[in-house]
């Protein structure tokens, strides 16, 4: 830095509208002073984030129904079937977007109140930190500014990224000093797309392309480029991709990341429909079938999840003591889904409550007309510019397949082999009863390695890395002496890179 006692250096001011404008101290002719004012990137580049299942927060025309709040939570614990279907249907339910926001005002006036761009509508507990870190990770020019004005100098996030390797990937995506330099002259406000994720999410990619068009055009005449950067979490990026591929929305985008997207489906899915929810969530939404199913039958967004044709045979198996099944042989919907009398079929129409006839002719529409369409439609379809991390840690088990294993108490164990030998199909009896068992496969504890695609012209970078799938986004790292900065899980780090490689599309301004 250049020792000179006539120059000084001026931070710029942000306005209202987002322009700029200096505080000079006007010196005399004769002193040959000479004012710096330093130019800050100005240029827009939104980056819009998108939460998973259950990621954001609800409410009906009584209040609060899904949220990180006492008001909120307080409704869940004593609540029979019947109330928690009530307060979860997607018909009646839309989006809160006020919950709880993690220093609203940080950002001064370089862009609209975090509050303005949908910040509220994310569920506190999961993305409140994350949303936070990543938008100081995104936005960390000040530091160039203010290096001016210091002795030892400081770098940037994304300056302390560059040359990084996150372990065993590949050198292209190691960040270069010149696309880093590159990055740093956009600025990259953060929005959240907060959506019902009860409803088809068909629904909300429409409702998504609507909010992209209205995050653009708050910055009409600030924007780089008329595209935006969207960041996915689990669901979200089913969102995203329909909304891209299906519904021509790809000339909005520039690029998408997505973390842990359950890509081909889940059989964890079909697992929370037999058995409820597990931990904290489970208290919550509901820890049985009898609690959860009535509320998952109703709901395309959650079903839009389970495996589909291109996830394979065979991940759903029937151990017993008799003849030995795996499913689906080649068609999940028929076989599974919308099987209405073997035992482990996925939906029990007496636990639906209410008409259950018309219950049940609802929820097969459901599965045939939103679920199966939406999935295999979406199958194989990417936008051409997509960069994604997945769990793939042998401690996060996970259900790559899932195991009903019989279990008969023991004096009744020769009594079943009389029943076998009369020839009883495989089936429910007072003899028997089947536990439902995880694969305990590799995975992020809820979506397994087999659930993600890797491999496809379109995506440009992959991460495999140990993290857990509600915290996918989470700020520490999982395992600190084995990740690549301390203070930072390396799934962020990706996630930062990846804007920053899909920014070099948009020339300097």
């Given at each position: 830095?250049?020792?000179?006692?006539?120059?000084?250096?001026?931070?710029?001011?942000?306005?209202?509208?987002?322009?700029?404008?200096?505080?000079?101290?006007?010196?005399?002719?004769?002193?040959?002073?000479?004012?710096?004012?330093?130019?800050?990137?100005?240029?827009?580049?939104?980056?819009?984030?998108?939460?998973g299942?259950?990621?954001?927060?609800?409410?009906?025309?009584?209040?609060?129904?899904?949220?990180?709040?006492?008001?909120?939570?307080?409704?869940?614990?004593?609540?029979?079937?019947?109330?928690?279907?009530?307060?979860?249907?997607?018909?009646?339910?839309e989006?809160?977007?006020?919950?709880?926001?993690?220093?609203?005002?940080?950002?001064?006036?370089?862009?609209?109140?975090?509050?303005?761009?949908?910040?509220?509508?994310?569920f506190?507990?999961?993305y409140?930190?994350?949303?936070?870190?990543?938008?100081?990770?995104?936005c960390?020019?000040?530091?160039?500014l203010?290096?001016?004005?210091?002795?030892?100098q400081?770098?940037?996030?994304?300056?302390?990224?560059?040359?990084?390797?996150?372990?065993?990937?590949?050198?292209?995506q190691?960040?270069?000093?010149?696309?880093?330099?590159?990055s740093?002259?956009f600025?990259?406000?953060?929005?959240?797309?907060?959506?019902?994720w009860?409803?088809?999410?068909?629904?909300?990619?429409?409702?998504?392309?609507?909010f992209?068009?209205?995050?653009?055009g708050?910055?009409?005449?600030?924007?780089?480029?008329?595209k935006?950067?969207?960041?996915?979490?689990?669901?979200?990026?089913?969102?995203?991709?329909?909304?891209?591929?299906?519904?021509?929305?790809?000339?909005h985008?520039?690029?998408?990341?997505?973390?842990?997207?359950?890509?081909?489906?889940?059989?964890a899915?079909?697992r929370?429909m037999?058995t409820?929810?597990?931990?904290m969530?489970?208290?919550?939404?509901?820890?049985?079938a009898?609690?959860?199913?009535?509320?998952l039958?109703?709901?395309?967004?959650?079903?839009?999840?389970?495996?589909?044709?291109?996830?394979?045979?065979?991940?759903?198996k029937?151990?017993?003591?008799?003849?030995?099944?795996s499913?689906?042989?080649?068609?999940p919907?028929?076989?599974?889904y919308?099987?209405?009398?073997?035992?482990?079929?996925?939906?029990?129409?007496?636990?639906?409550?209410?008409?259950?006839?018309?219950?049940?002719?609802?929820?097969?529409?459901?599965?045939?007309?939103?679920?199966?369409?939406f999935?295999?439609e979406?199958?194989?379809?990417?936008?051409?510019?997509t960069w994604?991390?997945?769990?793939a840690?042998?401690?996060?088990?996970?259900?790559?397949?899932?195991t009903?294993?019989?279990?008969?108490?023991?004096?009744?164990?020769?009594?079943?082999?009389v029943?076998?030998?009369?020839g009883?199909?495989?089936?429910?009896?007072?003899?028997r009863?089947?536990?439902?068992?995880?694969?305990?496969?590799?995975?992020?504890g809820?979506?397994?390695?087999?659930s993600?695609?890797?491999?496809?012209?379109?995506?440009?970078?992959?991460?495999?890395?140990?993290?857990d799938?509600?915290?996918?986004?989470?700020?520490?790292?999982v395992?600190?002496?084995?990740?690549?900065?301390?203070?930072l899980?390396?799934?962020?780090?990706?996630?930062?890179?990846?804007?920053?490689?899909?920014v070099?599309?948009?020339?300097?301004?």
């Open positions: 830095m250049e020792d000179n006692k006539n120059r000084s250096y001026h931070r710029p001011i942000w306005d209202d509208n987002g322009g700029i404008h200096y505080d000079l101290t006007y010196y005399p002719k004769e002193n040959n002073h000479v004012a710096v004012c330093l130019a800050p990137a100005v240029k827009v580049i939104p980056v819009i984030f998108i939460p299942v259950m990621g954001s927060n609800l409410k009906n025309g009584d209040g609060e129904v899904w949220q990180f709040s006492l008001s909120s939570l307080k409704k869940w614990p004593l609540a029979n079937a019947k109330k928690r279907k009530n307060l979860l249907d997607p018909k009646t339910t989006v809160d977007e006020n919950g709880e926001i993690l220093n609203d005002m940080a950002d001064g006036k370089k862009f609209p109140s975090r509050r303005e761009r949908g910040w509220g509508s994310a506190f507990m999961s409140g930190e994350a949303l936070d870190r990543l938008q100081y990770l995104l960390d020019d000040d530091i160039l203010e290096n001016y004005f210091r002795e030892e400081l770098q940037t996030a994304r300056q302390r990224f560059t040359g990084v390797r996150i372990g065993d990937e590949p050198v292209e190691v960040l270069t000093e010149e696309e880093t330099a590159h740093h002259l600025l990259y406000p953060l929005h959240v797309f907060g959506y019902n009860l409803q088809s999410n068909g629904d909300s990619a429409t409702l998504l392309g609507e992209i068009s209205d995050v653009l708050t910055y009409r005449g600030r924007l780089a480029v008329n935006v950067i969207l960041i996915t979490h689990s669901m979200g990026g089913l969102v995203a991709r329909h909304y891209s591929e299906n519904l021509n929305g790809q000339e985008i520039l690029g998408m990341v997505h973390g842990v997207m359950p890509d081909l489906g889940s059989p899915a079909y929370r037999k409820g929810e597990r931990g969530i489970g208290l919550i939404i509901g820890e049985n009898e609690k959860l199913m009535p509320v039958a109703q709901s395309p967004g959650p079903l839009q999840l389970l495996p589909g044709r291109a996830y394979g045979p065979g991940w759903l029937i151990e017993g003591s008799g003849a030995r099944q499913l689906p042989l080649a068609n919907y028929e076989e599974i919308l099987n209405k009398t073997d035992w482990w079929r996925l939906c029990d129409k007496d636990l639906l409550l209410g008409d259950t006839d018309k219950e049940w002719t609802d929820y097969q529409d459901r599965i045939k007309i939103d679920v199966k369409k999935i295999e979406l199958n194989g379809k990417y936008h051409p510019q994604l991390f997945y769990g840690s042998e401690n996060n088990k996970s259900d790559a397949f899932l009903w294993k019989e279990r008969i108490p023991l004096r009744m164990k020769e009594a079943q082999r029943r076998q030998d009369s009883d199909p495989l089936d429910l009896s007072p003899f009863t089947h536990a439902l068992i995880s694969a305990g496969s590799p995975g992020d809820t979506v397994p390695v087999t993600v695609r890797t491999v496809s012209p379109c995506i440009h970078g992959v991460l495999a890395t140990d993290v799938h509600e915290g996918a986004f989470a700020i520490d790292p395992d600190r002496a084995r990740s690549v900065y301390s203070d899980s390396d799934a962020l780090v990706f996630t930062v890179r990846a804007v920053v490689k899909i070099q599309q948009v020339p300097a301004p």
